[in-house]
């Protein structure tokens, strides 16, 4: 498995910019899915955006146009671009890895950033 720190979260207005990282330890980060979730209070953890090994990227439909998630695979990083951010995005990010072996697949999660945005 692997260990993921998440950065980048913070307070910003409606309309504004934020990017957040997602550094991960370990040799075989090229290999691994990566996921970003977010968690708004009183609500269950939701898919945001997917990045395969390959580098195809998938979103949810209320992100699509505003997000981006990318991967840097020599720094072991996968980022999420947010532009025209909402009240709504306003959300606990957690970053995902996943690997498959032997038919077994493992996920990670990291800790978590906040993000707020004001209206």
């Known amino acids: 498995q692997v260990h993921l720190v998440e950065s980048g979260g913070g307070l910003v207005q409606a309309g504004g910019s934020l990017r957040l990282s997602c550094a991960a330890s370990?040799?075989?980060?090229?290999?691994?899915?990566m996921a970003w979730y977010r968690q708004a209070p009183g609500k269950q953890r939701e898919l945001v955006a997917t990045i395969t090994s390959g580098g195809t990227a998938n979103y949810v439909d209320s992100v699509r146009g505003r997000f981006t998630i990318s991967r840097d695979n020599a720094k072991n990083t996968v980022y999420l671009q947010m532009n025209s951010l909402k009240p709504e995005d306003t959300a606990v990010y957690y970053c995902?890895?996943?690997?498959?072996?032997?038919?077994?697949?493992?996920?990670?999660w990291g800790q978590g950033t906040q993000v707020t945005v004001s209206s």
């Open positions: 995902k890895g996943r690997s498959t072996q032997f038919g077994t697949t493992y996920d990670s």
């Open positions: 370990g040799r075989t980060f090229s290999s691994y899915a």
